[in-house]
């Protein structure tokens, strides 16, 4: 462009001054200014020029052809410039808009659907997505879609390696494809090769959705990728330089609010996990309060229900429930929490309910449980120590010396039984390992009516009196409770002859145990005699004759009079009153009348079966004492008074049975 400039007569051109002439451009220079406007006017953005338009001001100022080519190629290239600056000034605009929102909100999901939807309005696209990617299994998962007509799509997740996102996050650069079916035809071989891009739910949802086009970038973070982000058109569409390093931008921003959701669902994760720990820290300080309160295992049960809304119980080692707190938990709890200390299982603790716990609570048991078992072990040191004092008390009852039988009744007294009124002793026979369980029941079962002890291989009861069923009870008791065979003898005694009781009863067990009897309650002194001829020891011998011929043998004494000898003849004759007279040379009626007189002094039963064999076989173990040292022991004045020494009278030979020869050895 030519500015031309009029001539004046002096002074300064353009400013009017004295003895100038005014500048004054001709119509021709007016049409050029004109031309030289339109072409300027083309090149801005701001004013609409036709191509005709463009060509006319050009034609206007009589270039040469090549000027009017070089002059229409700027105009084009200024006409893209300010193009592609106001396309990013509008991206600026958008990213700073997507900045403020992001000082504004913490909702990243807000946020991301956001993005994804301005990416959509900008690209001009018919399908926009974000897939995240899963740190866990590197699957590729739909977190938001724009565009998108079906759910199917938005619940999409790709596995690593497949689809154009495989390649995307393989490269970890931008891709596009102008048809994706050609290219998966291409890059999909389903016959499961290395380069298998096909994906049935990734490559359907795109058929469903009719994408034709696609473009993917990486979300990138420290080179971690956190997703892709897509666009898609359903025509066939050639992505530009400017649109890939568009989305590349936006996509750079997905990834600092991706990185920004992440640190805060971490926040997130770490503020629950501190509250839950200082929840559970809290809890814990309860049920160890609980603990120390001294109300043993409720206060414990109560405060975890209450903190875990659950029913919450204790068992203990045989199944029995301690404390419980609401409903009784079902027979598949939740959490069963074994209460033990090393080989010592003392029961176990139930947590109920319809779902799991979490992590904090799982730990709240556990320490509950904690203080349960420390709760189990001093209630058991302290019953262990009880059951020992009880224990030592028994066998001290069973075998105490003279001088030590006042201490033994001032601790009887202490575990409130009357000594001096003990009228039962009840052996039991268990197998070793159920000893304590026997002693358990027993002792549950009793409530204090009485003392149990484990002395030498057996469980010892004495009890102070009752009716012959509670011994009964008490035997039906631990059969049930022990679910294995028992063997219990029981036998009537007093506290002067406890020892001797308990003797009498453990040798009864033996022979019955040795006869294959093991699951019975048998009576002491149903068993004497067989006692007394298999297991014979001077004082078992004396007080068998005693108990059964002892009678007569007072009354003689006492009376002057001379039964025994009728009783044995008696016996000697198969009970026969007639050869008995025969015998003894006495009228019959003379024998009938002693017969009456044995009667009022054994008992009117004393001819029955098993009460005669008893005193027969009394009768000749007497009369063999007599034969071998002399008088017999129901002859003599009192038991163990006159008696010959050991080893006196006839030889060991003329004794046939080995027994009685071991007893007068």
Excluded at 73 to 89: M, P
Excluded at 347 to 366: K, Q
Aim: glycine letters at 10%; proline letters at 4%; hydrophobic letters at 40%.
């Amino acid at each position: 462009m030519s500015v031309h400039r009029l001539a004046g007569t002096g002074g300064t051109p353009g400013f009017g001054g004295a003895g100038e002439q005014p500048m004054i451009g001709t119509h021709e220079d007016s049409g050029r200014a004109e031309a030289i406007l339109s072409v300027l006017r083309a090149a801005s953005a701001e004013y609409e020029t036709t191509p005709r338009e463009l060509a006319d001001s050009l034609a206007a100022l009589a270039l040469t052809p090549a000027a009017e080519t070089r002059i229409i190629d700027q105009v084009h290239r200024t006409n893209r410039d300010q193009a592609r600056l106001r396309r990013r000034k509008h991206e600026l605009t958008v990213l700073a808009a997507a900045t403020r929102e992001l000082t504004g909100t913490s909702d990243t999901t807000v946020l991301l659907e956001r993005l994804v939807q301005q990416v959509h309005d900008m690209l001009d696209a018919d399908v926009s997505y974000l897939s995240e990617a899963d740190p866990g299994d590197g699957r590729l998962r739909v977190r938001t879609a724009a565009g998108v007509a079906g759910s199917r799509f938005r619940d999409l997740a790709v596995p690593t390696g497949h689809g154009l996102a495989g390649i995307v996050a393989e490269t970890r650069t931008a891709h596009w494809v102008g048809r994706y079916d050609q290219w998966l035809s291409r890059h999909g071989d389903r016959g499961g090769t290395q380069t298998n891009r096909y994906e049935r739910s990734l490559d359907g949802a795109f058929a469903a959705e009719g994408v034709v086009s696609l473009l993917g970038v990486p979300m990138l973070s420290g080179g971690e990728l956190l997703g892709v982000l897509f666009v898609g058109t359903r025509d066939e569409h050639v992505f530009l330089p400017e649109q890939i390093a568009l989305l590349t931008t936006l996509a750079d921003h997905a990834s600092v609010l991706l990185r920004i959701a992440r640190k805060l669902h971490d926040l997130d994760t770490f503020a629950r996990r501190l509250a839950e720990q200082q929840q559970a820290d809290a809890l814990r300080d309860q049920l160890t309060q609980a603990a120390l309160d001294g109300d043993g295992f409720t206060r414990v049960v109560e405060t975890l229900a209450g903190a875990l809304d659950r029913p919450v119980a204790v068992l203990d080692a045989y199944h029995e429930t301690v404390a419980t707190a609401g409903p009784p938990p079902s027979a598949s709890p939740d959490t069963v929490t074994e209460l033990s200390v090393g080989s010592r299982h003392f029961g176990v603790l139930l947590v109920g309910g319809d779902s799991g716990l979490d992590a904090a609570e799982h730990r709240s048991v556990e320490h509950a449980g904690q203080l349960c078992t420390l709760l189990a072990l001093k209630h058991q040191n302290a019953i262990d120590a009880e059951h020992r004092r009880e224990g030592e008390l028994v066998r001290d009852l069973l075998g105490a010396a003279p001088e030590r039988r006042s201490d033994v009744e001032r601790r009887a007294r202490r575990f409130g039984f009357p000594h001096g009124e003990v009228a039962k002793l009840v052996l039991f026979v268990v197998p070793a390992d159920h000893r304590e369980h026997a002693v358990r029941v027993l002792r549950s079962t009793l409530d204090g009516a009485g003392l149990v002890g484990r002395h030498e291989d057996f469980v010892v009861v004495l009890l102070a009196g009752g009716p012959a069923g509670d011994v009964r009870s008490l035997y039906s008791g631990v059969a049930s409770a022990l679910a294995t065979t028992v063997l219990a003898v029981r036998s009537a005694t007093t506290a002067a002859t406890l020892a001797t009781a308990f003797d009498a009863a453990r040798r009864t067990a033996r022979l019955l145990t040795a006869l294959g009897i093991d699951d019975v309650l048998a009576a002491g002194e149903d068993y004497q005699p067989y006692v007394a001829v298999f297991e014979p020891e001077d004082h078992h011998l004396r007080a068998f004759l005693d108990a059964t011929i002892g009678l007569v043998s007072g009354h003689d004494r006492e009376n002057g009079t001379d039964l025994m000898t009728t009783l044995r003849a008696f016996v000697h004759n198969n009970a026969s009153p007639t050869r008995t007279a025969r015998e003894l040379t006495f009228h019959p009626n003379t024998i009938l009348q002693r017969l009456a007189r044995l009667s009022q002094v054994l008992g009117p039963d004393w001819r029955e079966d098993e009460r005669f064999f008893r005193i027969s076989f009394a009768v000749r173990l007497d009369e063999l004492v007599e034969r071998l040292h002399g008088p017999g022991i129901a002859r003599q004045p009192q038991p163990g008074t006159g008696r010959r020494p050991p080893g006196a009278g006839a030889a060991e030979g003329e004794c046939g049975d080995s027994n009685v020869r071991k007893w007068l050895a």
